[in-house]
C-alpha cells in the first residue's frame, strides 16, 4: 500500500515524452529482448515436444509417463523454478535460466497436443496410405504430421502467450526482457515505465495469439466444404 | 495369378487361427470375392496378399512368385488397394489422392495429369469440376469413385478392394456395382474382392470364396455352381432359400434359348430381353401368364414357365 502511495504522489501516470524520448534506447530493445526470450523458449520446446510425442502417440503405454513428468514441471510456480535453475551450474542468473524455465512451462501443452493431433488422424487414412505402398516415414511426413497440424500449432498458440506472461517474471533473475521495464519502474516508483513494459507485454500477447490463430486456420483449406 | 498355398493366420497371444490352412488360385483377369460372415477371415486373407499381414504358415504366389519376393511397400505400389472406409487424405485434392501412387513411382506430371483426368472421367466424374476439390466437398458415393480411381492409378494389374461400395446407400452402391462390372469387362485386372454380402458377391464374382468363422474355405466355384450345388449345408444356408431365384438372376431374358413364337402370338404381354430371367419370371407372375413374348433382333420369341423351370432345375450349367 505505501508503495502504491509513494507512486501517485510522483507525477503522472504516463509521461509521454520518457517514452519518446527512450523509445529507441529501452524500450525496443527490452520488446526485442522479450520476443526473443518467448521465440527461443518455444523453438526449444516445440524441438523437444515434436520427436517425444511423435513416440507417445506410437507407444500409448509411454503416454502416462511422459505427461505425469512434464505435467509435475507445469505445477512447479515459476518463482520457484527461477530459483531452483539459478542453483543449478551451467545455468545460472540470466536468460538462460528463464529460457530453461519456459520451455519446461511448455512441454505438457506441446506434448499433449502433438499427440491429440496424431491420435485424430483417421485410421482409415493410415492404412490406405499404407496399403498404397507409402513408408512409414513417408506416411508420418506426408500424412499423419500435416493432419496433425492445426492442433499442434493450437498448441504453440496456447504455449507461446503463456510463456510471454511468465517471461516477465524472468527479469527477477536478471532475464532481461519487458519484466525488466516493469521491475525498474517498480523499484524506481515510476509509473510510466511499468505502464509501458505492462501495456506491451499484453499487446504482444494478443499479437501472437491472434496471428498464430489466423496460421491455424490457414493450415486447413481443406475443411471448407462446397458439398457437391 | 494369384495362388493361396497353405496359408494359415493365427495372431500372437490367440490359440485358433483367423485364416485356416487356405489353398485356391485366382486366375488372370478374374474377379474373386471371398464372402462370409464376420470373424471369417475375408479381409485378413486379402490383406496377406499385398503383405499387411503377414501369415503365420504358407505362401501367397503372384505370378508364379512368393510375394516376399520383394519389400512391403514396392509389393503395395504394384497392387491397387481399396477399403470400405475409403480412406482418402483430406488434406489433397482430388487429383493429388487419385495420384498418390504415380507420384511415389515418379512418374513426370504430364502423364500424371492425364492419368488423373481419364480416370476421374472413368469413374464419371467430370475432371474440370473435381480436380481440384477436396474429399470433404464430395458425397460418399463420389468418394468411394475416387477411392476406386485412386486404387487404379498406377494401372496395376492386381487389385485389392475390401467392401470398396460398403459406404453409401444401397441405390448408389447397385449403381457403382453396375459401373464397374462394366469397366471391370473392359480392363481386366485380377481381383480379390471382399464382401459379406453374398449378393454383392454373386453380381461381382467370377469365383466366389465362401469362408466360414475360423477361416475354414467352404467352397470355391462360379457363382452359378455355389448356387446349384452348394457344398455345405454351411454354404446352402449362407447363399440362402432362394439361391434357385438368385440363379436365375445371373442370365438374361436375351441369352435364353428360346423357340419363335408360332403365329402372331397376339395378346401376350411383352417382356424386354435385358431383363435378368429372375425379373422376368416376377413380371410374368405379376400379370398371370405362363407365356410372354420377347423381342430380339427383330425376331419374335416365345418365353413360358416351364422353359424357366427347366433352366431352374438344370443343375449343371455353365455360366451364360
Redesign the interface.
Known sequence: MGRMHLLQTYGPLIEWDWISENFVEDILPALQGHIFLSAASVAIALAISLPLGIFAARYPTAYAPVTFVTGLLYTIPSLAMFGILITVPGIGIGPRAVIVALVAYSLLVLIRNVVAGLDAV?P????????????SR?ILFS?EL??ALPVIVAGIRIATVTIIGIATIGAYIAGGGLGKMIFDGINRGFPTMIITGAVLATALAIVADVSLLAVERRL????????? | MIEFRGVSKTYPGTEKPVVNDLSFEVPEGEVCVLVGPSGCGKTTSMRMVNRLIDPTQGEILIDGQSNTAMSGTQLRRKIGYAIQQIGLFPHRTIADNVATVPSLLEWDRGRIRERVDGLLDLVGLSPDDYRDRYPAELSGGQQQRVGVARAMAADPPIMLMDEPFGAVDPITRERLQDEFVKIQGDIKKTIVFVTHDIDEAIKMGDKIAILRQGGFLEQYDSPENILANPASEFVASFVGADRILKRLSLLRVREMELEPVNGDGGGLPAISGDLTVRDALSEMMGSGTERAVVERDGERRLITMSAIEELSQDRERPRG
Not at chain 1, 124 to 132: F, K, Y
Not at chain 1, 220 to 227: E, F, S, V, Y
Open positions: 483417421p482409415e487414412t493410415v492404412d490406405a496410405a499404407r496399403g498404397m505402398g507409402l513408408t513417408q500424412v500435416p493432419l486447413r483449406p481443406w475443411a471448407r466444404t462446397r458439398r457437391a
